[in-house]
């Protein structure tokens, strides 16, 4: 819902909605919960763990790979490579609040702004061209490339204190998503 909300339905784009604390809701409930933590989760409570500092501990790993994954999911949709990504991005023409228009709005001086502003959410490849272009003058890629080795080192540095249950899981998972291509 968070997603869905993040523009006024049938309104002009609103770029002052798009903020990055907007952005790690959307991703904390979209993302880290369902697709990471609930399900280890669910297998912690099956095998019996019930030192609540286990689940602690699991919900910060996961909540952290599940936002890595969202963003890297964002820069995907925008960078990667149909034939590698099974589709083809529409986050730019959808208006979405992605990492990627969050950053840019964080960088951005008022001319760039205003390019943002008159193509962002626009169904029309000339507009969306104009996006893809301002994010690589902002060095979009170069600060997604950082973002990635920051949390995979935080990532790593979390699993090193798992000592209550087995860490296997979640190194498991790191290495599926970890420089990912799609």
Do not use: H
Not at 29 to 51: C, H, N, Q, R
Not at 126 to 152: C, D, G, T, W
Not at 169 to 175: A, I, N
């Amino acid at each position: 819902m968070l997603d869905l909300t993040s523009q006024p339905q049938g309104g002009p784009v609103d770029l002052k909605r798009f903020t990055l604390e907007r952005y790690k809701l959307i991703v904390q409930y979209k993302t880290a919960f369902y697709t990471f933590y609930l399900p280890i989760a669910i297998g912690m409570i099956t095998s019996g763990v019930e030192d609540e500092r286990a689940y602690g501990l699991a919900k910060r790993i996961c909540c952290t790979m599940g936002e890595y994954f969202q963003v890297q999911d964002d820069y995907l949709d925008c960078f990667g490579k149909p034939e590698d990504i099974g589709k083809v991005g529409t986050d730019i023409q959808d208006n979405k609040c992605s990492w990627l228009v969050v950053k840019a709005l964080e960088k951005a001086n008022e001319k760039q702004r205003k390019v943002l502003e008159q193509n962002y959410g626009k169904w029309d490849a000339s507009k969306v061209k104009k996006v893809k272009q301002l994010y690589e003058e902002l060095e979009i890629p170069k600060l997604f490339n950082e973002y990635e080795e920051a949390s995979y080192a935080s990532i790593q540095a979390e699993l090193a204190k798992v000592t209550l249950m087995p860490k296997d899981v979640f190194q498991l998972l790191l290495k599926k998503i970890y420089k990912r291509s799609k």
